[in-house]
């Protein structure tokens, strides 16, 4: 038998494209505009075209072929962005098969980008899209070495889902990475510093080395080559950390080499803000975080978001922990608890939306203005509050459906016993 090979690229072709509702125009109307900005409650309509924002504004025009959609008064955000996932790299944890975030070999450091492995069909997806995650910044685990491997920045559309393969270089001087240098953090900052020196070496002298006229490394060709963005401030180099004290060396060494820094956890930032935002280094913080989980974080407080915006640090969010992954929309909820202890509003919004794309390079994403990315969600109520959720999301103009592997079982489920009751 044949196979008819146009007809199967076109069933094929379906199936990728069936979990986005197609559109011409979209028009919001009667939207509260909500990303961050001061703005008055005065209600608006968004016109959408070409997978952008056309238009802001009154009373705006709608053709034959406009879908509208009614927001009755309700907030529009951007897309909410969690930049602490490993949102297409984890399918269930304790199923090795379908992890993808860590490698056991020593020879694969910085050069891990966990791009290679993204899995824009993980059920994880949809998931958390519906919830409102448009965007994540995806990072590799350590295996074993303090370096981590490449970040990425993923939008969780139907393809297609990576958007930048080397959003930052991750490091981790906590606990985890001072155990993977033999249990001392003096050690880790001595080997974060030689992977460095070595890597700016390699780069001036590439073809005295792969000529055999140079020293040896302590990386691999391709994890020095990787490197090489960080040594010339084309990536950021992510570090996590949490203890003030280790916050400020942080600092100095990032200072000494040149080289643009992120800081991820700092438990301990609110006392030495004043350090970091002298710096300009942002920071990634979960503000729910509040307990001492160990040694290094005894300075843990629910108002660190407060302390480290009053000082001027640039904030971006991530949220509860080990949920981070599978339920990375609770990142909003971390988000309303900085409000509740302190943090303006606005600045709340900005660490969920317009920073993370601004810091990892995303500057179309983020603001609600003609021009920008149409990648946004009209929610049922305040975005920040727990009971509130989403009734539109759109990515690049493309409505989503409000529905995912969990919501299908639900309802399938549901029907079984509810005939069983009729």
């Not at 968004?46 to 406009?66: A, E, Q, W, Y």
């Not at 969920?352 to 601004?358: D, H, L, V, W």
């Not at 727990?386 to 999301?393: A, R, Y």
Request: charged share 20%; aromatic share 4%; hydrophobic share 45%.
């Amino acid at each position: 038998m044949k196979l008819n090979w146009l007809k199967i690229v076109g069933i094929t072709a379906c199936v990728l494209i069936s979990s986005a509702v197609q559109a011409n125009d979209v028009l919001i109307k009667n939207a509260k505009l909500v990303d961050g900005v001061e703005r008055t409650d005065e209600l608006v309509d968004i016109r959408v075209r070409d997978g952008r924002i056309h238009k802001i504004g009154t009373n705006l025009s709608v053709d034959d072929d406009t879908q509208v959609f009614d927001a009755a008064g309700k907030p529009v955000t951007p897309g909410l962005f969690n930049v602490d996932t490993q949102i297409g790299l984890m399918e269930v944890g304790a199923v090795a098969a379908s992890v993808d975030t860590m490698t056991t070999r020593d020879d694969v450091t910085a050069s891990l980008r966990v791009a290679d492995a993204y899995n824009v069909s993980s059920t994880v997806v949809p998931y958390n899209r519906m919830l409102g995650i448009t965007n994540a910044v995806v990072q590799p685990s350590n295996g074993m070495s303090l370096i981590a491997g490449t970040a990425a920045v993923v939008k969780l559309s139907a393809t297609d889902g990576v958007v930048e393969p080397g959003a930052a270089m991750v490091v981790n001087l906590a606990n985890a990475g001072s155990a993977l240098a033999g249990g001392s953090k003096a050690a880790a900052m001595a080997k974060l510093r030689e992977a460095l020196e070595d890597a700016r070496d390699y780069a001036r002298n590439t073809a005295q080395f792969n000529a055999g006229n140079r020293r040896d490394y302590s990386l691999s060709r391709h994890d020095l080559a990787a490197l090489k963005p960080v040594i010339e401030r084309r990536m950021p180099l992510l570090v996590h950390v949490e203890r003030a004290s280790d916050i400020e060396r942080v600092l100095r060494m990032a200072a000494d080499m040149r080289i643009s820094l992120i800081l991820s956890g700092v438990s301990e930032g609110w006392r030495v803000a004043d350090q970091i935002a002298k710096a300009e280094v942002p920071v990634i913080i979960d503000p729910i975080r509040n307990l001492p989980s160990s040694y290094e974080s005894l300075g843990a407080r629910l108002d660190n978001a407060k302390l480290l915006h009053d000082a001027g640090v640039s904030l971006m969010f991530t949220g509860m922990g080990w949920q981070t992954t599978h339920n990375a929309y609770l990142v909003r909820q971390s988000a309303g608890n900085a409000v509740a202890n302190g943090l303006p509003y606005h600045a709340a919004i900005q660490a969920i939306t317009s920073t993370p794309a601004k810091m990892f390079g995303v500057p179309e994403y983020g603001h609600l203005k003609a021009g920008a990315s149409a990648t946004l969600v009209v929610w049922s109520d305040d975005p920040l509050e727990v009971m509130s959720n989403p009734e539109l999301v759109l990515i690049d103009g493309q409505e989503y459906p409000l529905e995912s592997r969990h919501t299908r079982l639900r309802d399938r489920y549901f029907k079984r016993i509810q005939a069983q009751m009729d």
